[in-house]
């Protein structure tokens, strides 16, 4: 059975957890990576982290991780901008990604290393309603993959830039959240056993909180259960 629910903090995490991180305001993002990347190391996982700038800033913010520069040396520690060839990091091919993700994950399992671990800052996929919306149907896609493989996934989402309705909205659609997302009483998560999984009180408020009046999001192929 895979967690879910509400972390008061982000190391503890292990394969399998796919985290949405709500940040901003006097919570930066790098506070949550540098803990979660050094929980990561110390288990023998590769680590990937990816955000909305270049490579010399993505190594910036990981200045203080123990082992940073031996990491990135020794291929244990991979950075890369959430970017792709024009640009636009909301027009990311989700299917693309998630054969990246998958790519990753078996590539690390050759290399001896015990999982991936990977921490994604992808604000910039959902600044607008309708790109949040693409991100829920990519967050469905990306938890499907992570229940069936030794994957531990953090996702940050500003709240500042995206409002509160649409990180609401995308924490749905995770097993796990943390941080300032609030009134979140429902999720949908892969269960890890072929099945979707519904957890909480869902009611006619919940839509309204969780699931704005975008078009429906398909779920990857999987059964459903409660």
Do not use: K
Not at 155 to 161: K, S, T
Request: net charge negative; glycine share 10%; aromatic share 4%.
């Amino acid at each position: 059975m895979r967690r879910a629910g509400t972390l008061t903090a982000i190391t503890g995490c292990h394969p399998r957890d796919h985290v949405c991180w709500g940040h901003g305001g006097t919570t930066p993002w790098p506070e949550a990576v540098l803990p979660y990347l050094a929980e990561g190391a110390a288990r023998g996982e590769r680590l990937l982290y990816v955000a909305d700038r270049p490579v010399p800033s993505l190594h910036d913010d990981l200045a203080a991780l123990p082992g940073r520069d031996a990491m990135l040396a020794s291929g244990q520690l991979q950075v890369a901008p959430l970017a792709n060839a024009d640009g636009h990091p909301a027009t990311l091919e989700p299917a693309a990604q998630i054969a990246r993700l998958r790519s990753e994950s078996r590539a690390a399992g050759r290399e001896g290393f015990t999982g991936l671990r990977l921490a994604a800052e992808v604000t910039a996929m959902a600044t607008t309603p309708e790109d949040a919306h693409r991100c829920m149907g990519y967050e469905l896609a990306v938890d499907a993959l992570v229940a069936a493989a030794p994957v531990t996934v953090m996702c940050g989402y500003d709240i500042d830039r995206i409002g509160g309705e649409a990180a609401r909205a995308i924490a749905f659609v995770h097993p796990l959240h943390l941080g300032g997302i609030e009134d979140l009483t429902a999720a949908l998560h892969a269960g890890g056993d072929g099945r979707w999984r519904l957890r909480g009180e869902v009611d006619t408020e919940t839509r309204t909180r969780c699931t704005p009046p975008w078009p429906r999001c398909p779920l990857p192929s999987l059964r459903t259960s409660t």
